[in-house]
């Protein structure tokens, strides 16, 4: 099979006012990036909705991922692409891909084979450059914080005690802890400090939750920056700086429109990593989907357990919504490799292997019912997939009750997923109201125990010494009603990256806790899980060259 950018190089892409016209969108609220990328005016929401009827939602999750692969960005879009040729009104909305991990150890993050979004060239590099306008909103904070202590420190901010770190939008472990201020007198007060990866900053939860411009300045008002000496908090609107936040952001806050191989709608807006922060695209551009199709498909970084549960217990309380379909992707050789099989020995029939990694696709499925969700298994078939393999596979799913669809969408398209096309709308036929996992008003504790129990399988949590003074300082800023966002390690169930399968009798760690005011919920660090990835030793970038032609090799 040809690789992805040998597919690219054969597309033909529509003009994007062609797909803003299939979706109906008034061209007074298309902001134009060329002939293949547009923006959709945030006052397009306010428009009337241009289809009758009900919309539905569909959220692609996935089975704890392996370094193998299990193609959630490429089931989304191939499902998209599927429900376009059964003639289904269907839009996506999916995150943005971050330049660290695209130029590190993950590759481009726009589908692969015949379902791809497109361009992915550009996609996957700089795009409209979101990323750049929220690096530099979070970092214009960072200059003032310090900036104002160097004036004379009016508020009396504790350098000691300034929370907000800087952010680049690039895998750099040598930046995770650093010391800001040196040179002498006029360079600044010397302080620790570092750098997180902007896909996990704070400005991007706050743009990827946001409900409006209006509600995005709120946001970065009451986003906590420090601490002053007398341990009182300091928020970002008293150093006078979300204005001009804003102006930065302005554009960063409107939706993307872009397309599919096939020529599928996709909105393509924000870009939360899940495995620390909330991993969904922005609440805007799912809203948009939604408002223009009549289906919306979008997905949730990682496995269900990071990006799935935050998508419940953050985005839809928060956005008021609630999927009327689940679909779980998972793959043979990722179950093999759950199963103790080594990754440069997937290729062989292993029935044995597959049935001891068959726990981690059941107690994802059984995390999916704790929301009250019924969810549709999606097979992401290889050629090296024994028939024996799969039927293993679907033997489980029968077990569960649960529906089950083989897809060769990355070879074969929209028409490898009408399977599962079919099987996704039988299943909003029957869905039921999503329960959220915790209550809002139950103490931290117990919302971080119910999660890591139900969702992890953990036995219970322990709690650092750290974690425990961060838990005091929260209960005293009376932000203990906020919902929770775990950082944790997305290779394994538990908060070991080196426990595959379906880890039993363990407890999680809990390292710290951040407040992310602005983002609306608490940041529970456990394990060794890092806010900065660091590229690993051949990075991507290593394999990346632009020919005379201008395309771009190595980037998939």
Known sequence: MPTDIEIAKEFTARPIDDIADTLKIDPDHRMHYGRDICKIDLNALAAPRPRPGKNRLVLISATTPTASGEGKTTTTIGLGQAFTQLGESVCMALREPSLGPCLGMKGGATGGGYSQIMPADRINLHFTGDFHAITSANNLLSASIDNHIFHGNELGIDPRQIVWRRVMDMNDRSLRHIVVGLGGK??????????????????????????????????????????????????????????????????ALHPNLVQSFEGTPAFVHGGPFANIAHGCNSLVATRMAMHYADWAITEAGFGFDLG??????????????????????????????????????????????????????????????????????????????????????????????????????HADGGKGALELAKLVMASAEKSRPFEPLYQLEMPILDKIRAVCQEMYGADDIAFTKQAEKDLRQIEQLGLTDLPICIAKAPSSLSDDPLLHGRPRDFEVTIRN??????????????????????????????????????VIEGLE
């Open 186 to 251: 006029g360079q600044g007060i010397p302080r620790e400090g570092g750098f997180d990866i902007t896909a996990a900053s704070e400005v991007m939860a706050m743009l990827c939750l946001a409900s409006d411009a209006e509600d995005l300045h709120r946001r970065l008002d009451n986003t906590l920056a420090a601490y002053s000496y007398s341990g009182e908090p300091i928020y970002a609107r008293q150093l006078n700086i979300t204005g001009a936040m804003m102006a930065l952001l302005r554009d």
């Open 308 to 409: 799935a549960e935050k998508f419940f217990d953050i985005k839809c309380r928060l956005g008021n919504l609630d999927p009327d379909a689940v679909v779980l992707v998972t793959t043979v050789r990722a179950l093999k490799m759950h199963g103790g099989k080594a990754r440069n020995d997937l290729l062989n029939e292993d029935v044995e292997a597959l049935r001891l990694g068959l726990e981690n696709l059941d107690k994802h499925i059984e995390s999916v019912e704790h929301f009250n969700k019924h969810p549709v298994v999606a097979i992401n078939r290889f050629a090296t997939d024994s028939d024996d393999e799969i039927a293993l596979i679907k033997q489980r799913c029968e077990q569960h009750g649960v529906s089950c669809a083989v897809t060769t969408h």
């Open 513 to 550: 806790l951040h407040v992310n005011s602005g983002a609306g919920f608490i940041v529970v660090l456990t394990g060794d899980i890092m806010r900065m990835p660091g590229l690993p030793k051949v990075p991507a970038a290593a394999r990346m060259k632009v020919n005379p032609d201008g």
